[in-house]
């Protein structure tokens, strides 16, 4: 038995100057912590072949499979609004692409397989609990149904990593449709290299947004698809508490997926200013930062492409602005969508925005738990009498004020108490990956080498709007010696 992956490989067709082809560094003892099996199935690999000792040694980047064509990928960033013109996999290898059940192009891609060109002072390795976080938020994101690069595999090397201290080495197998990002626009932007920004718009037009091929003004549509992807992703990630943590141009896919998953976290009490990440001093990634940011980073998008939008650059400087000013819309429509979903409104009339604006201004000053209280406010609306939700509240005399309104506004529409629980319950989670669960699952499989709360907390993850009351305990917020206040990069 061989592992056959159906590799269709298009990126390491693309000019040299696009990536380094490198192979990756094999390690001393891999073992399999986790296949996603599903993940598998729908990519066309037999799980139980990959759950084999030589299917580990692939996860593990110790073999490289037949038809891979393993490469590092060129790219460039800003960070935390400092520009970089060198980035690029530093510890992550594309071994190539194949077409999944449905016809899409996914790249296979494994995250701390060791050095490439890339790497810079960095050891091209990643500790086990970085892997294990991306790999538990990440397949979070999908089972809420947000847009997001996925993971199938996670191994330990058998190796040692050293960052403060020693810690086990693993390898992550990320699934992304691609791994395309705004920083990979400015590495060839930055080195005025206009027929390689054409080829990659082409390449990315082809694989992410056929529709606009053949299109009077492919380049100018092809921003407009991004920033309206962008712009309703960021909204999506509102929509549930999370905040990315490094919202870096390289860490900004231009396929709309949420990637790169390091320092990210779900918040627990709403607190739009809440920032996590150990990096992020300024708060310049704070969650209702994350709009503006967004549109900082399709900004610097816009300017790679400019070259690509006519030879008279002070027009193309305005379409570029106009483009980019559809964003602010796009997003407030998703995000005031969704808004109004979560509380159970049906139908848009005038005062919805400023209702559900004093819902969130409540819920800040009395340290309300984001999930909890929109799946509360659904029992809510299932039984009046159900008033779990103002203990959210410090005080709860703020949500009753606040919910004689809200009745008014829910008697304006027809459906049914159990009708509207029941779409309540299907856009507000029950389960979201708590930053003390996530923390204690990484504690225990790091110390102890316990794998059985991650498999667990995976487990009810993804079932993330059913109630599940074995697990009930799973969607408590942290006790005040439980929280979690700070998240770090691990790289
Ligand atoms: P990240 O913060 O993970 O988005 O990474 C930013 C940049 O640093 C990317 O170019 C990464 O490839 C690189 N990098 C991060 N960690 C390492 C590492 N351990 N070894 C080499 N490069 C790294
Ligand atoms: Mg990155």
């Known amino acids: 038995?061989?592992?056959?992956?159906?590799?269709?490989?298009?990126?390491?067709?693309?000019?040299?100057?696009?990536?380094?082809?490198?192979?990756?560094?094999?390690?001393?003892?891999?073992?399999?912590?986790?296949?996603?099996?599903?993940?598998?199935?729908?990519?066309?690999?037999?799980?139980?072949?990959?759950?084999?000792?030589?299917?580990?040694?692939?996860?593990?980047?110790?073999?490289?499979?037949?038809?891979?064509?393993?490469?590092?990928?060129?790219?460039?960033?800003?960070?935390?609004?400092?520009?970089?013109?060198?980035?690029?996999?530093?510890?992550?290898?594309?071994?190539?692409?194949?077409?999944?059940?449905?016809g899409v192009r996914r790249d296979i891609q494994l995250k701390g397989s060791g050095?490439?060109?890339?790497?810079?002072?960095?050891?091209?390795?990643?500790?086990?609990?970085?892997?294990?976080?991306?790999?538990?938020?990440?397949?979070?994101?999908?089972?809420?149904?947000?847009?997001?690069?996925r993971s199938l595999a996670a191994v330990v090397t058998g190796e040692h990593v050293i960052r403060e201290t020693a810690l086990p080495g693993a390898v992550l197998t990320r699934v992304a449709s691609s791994h395309i990002r705004v920083g990979t626009f400015q590495f060839f932007a930055v080195r005025r290299d206009t027929d390689a920004i054409r080829r990659l718009a082409d390449h990315v037009i082809a694989r992410h947004y056929p529709d606009l091929l053949g299109t009077e003004r492919p380049y100018h549509a092809l921003l407009a698809g991004v920033v309206a992807r962008q712009a309703e992703l960021v909204a999506r990630w509102l929509l549930v508490g999370f905040i990315h943590g490094v919202m870096n141009t390289d860490n900004s896919s231009i396929s709309g997926e949420t990637i790169d998953y390091g320092p990210c976290a779900f918040m627990d009490a709403y607190n739009p200013a809440q920032v996590f990440s150990s990096i992020d001093e300024m708060g310049r990634y704070a969650y209702a930062n994350q709009p503006r940011i967004a549109l900082w980073n399709l900004t610097r998008l816009a300017e790679c492409l400019l070259p690509l939008f006519g030879e008279e650059q002070d027009k193309a400087v305005?379409?570029?602005?106009?483009?980019?000013?559809?964003?602010?819309?796009?997003?407030?429509?998703?995000?005031?969508?969704?808004?109004?979903?979560?509380?159970?409104?049906?139908?848009?009339?005038?005062?919805?925005?400023?209702?559900?604006?004093?819902?969130?201004?409540?819920?800040?000053?009395?340290?309300?738990?984001?999930?909890?209280?929109?799946?509360?406010?659904?029992?809510?609306?299932?039984?009046?009498?159900?008033?779990?939700?103002?203990?959210?509240?410090?005080?709860?005399?703020?949500?009753?004020?606040w919910a004689r309104r809200w009745r008014e506004r829910l008697a304006a529409e027809p459906q049914s108490a159990a009708e509207r629980q029941t779409a309540m319950n299907a856009v507000n989670p029950i389960f979201i990956p708590r930053n003390h669960r996530v923390e204690a699952v990484i504690q225990a499989a790091v110390n102890n080498d316990d794998y059985a709360p991650f498999d667990e907390l995976v487990k009810v993850l993804a079932k993330p709007y059913e109630d599940q009351p074995d697990y009930a305990a799973y969607a408590d917020p942290p006790l005040p010696d439980q929280r979690v206040l700070q998240t770090f990069c691990g790289t």
């Open 1 to 102: 038995m061989t592992v056959h992956f159906p590799f269709q490989n298009s990126y390491s067709a693309l000019p040299d100057s696009f990536f380094a082809r490198v192979a990756p560094t094999p390690v001393a003892a891999p073992r399999l912590i986790k296949l996603n099996r599903p993940l598998a199935v729908q990519l066309g690999l037999d799980p139980d072949i990959l759950e084999t000792p030589e299917g580990a040694e692939i996860l593990a980047g110790k073999t490289v499979p037949a038809g891979a064509d393993p490469i590092a990928m060129a790219y460039a960033g800003h960070q935390f609004g400092q520009f970089v013109p060198q980035l690029g996999d530093g510890r992550a290898i594309l071994l190539g692409e194949v077409i999944d059940k449905d």
């Open 115 to 149: 050095p490439t060109p890339f790497s810079r002072r960095g050891d091209g390795r990643a500790a086990l609990g970085p892997v294990l976080r991306e790999y538990i938020v990440s397949e979070a994101m999908y089972a809420l149904g947000i847009p997001t690069t």
């Open 318 to 401: 305005e379409q570029a602005q106009e483009i980019l000013g559809a964003f602010p819309e796009t997003f407030s429509k998703a995000y005031q969508a969704g808004l109004r979903k979560k509380v159970g409104l049906f139908t848009e009339r005038d005062g919805d925005e400023a209702l559900i604006q004093d819902l969130l201004d409540a819920m800040a000053k009395n340290q309300a738990d984001f999930t909890l209280t929109f799946r509360r406010l659904g029992d809510a609306a299932g039984d009046p009498a159900a008033d779990d939700v103002r203990a959210e509240f410090m005080d709860p005399a703020a949500f009753d004020e």
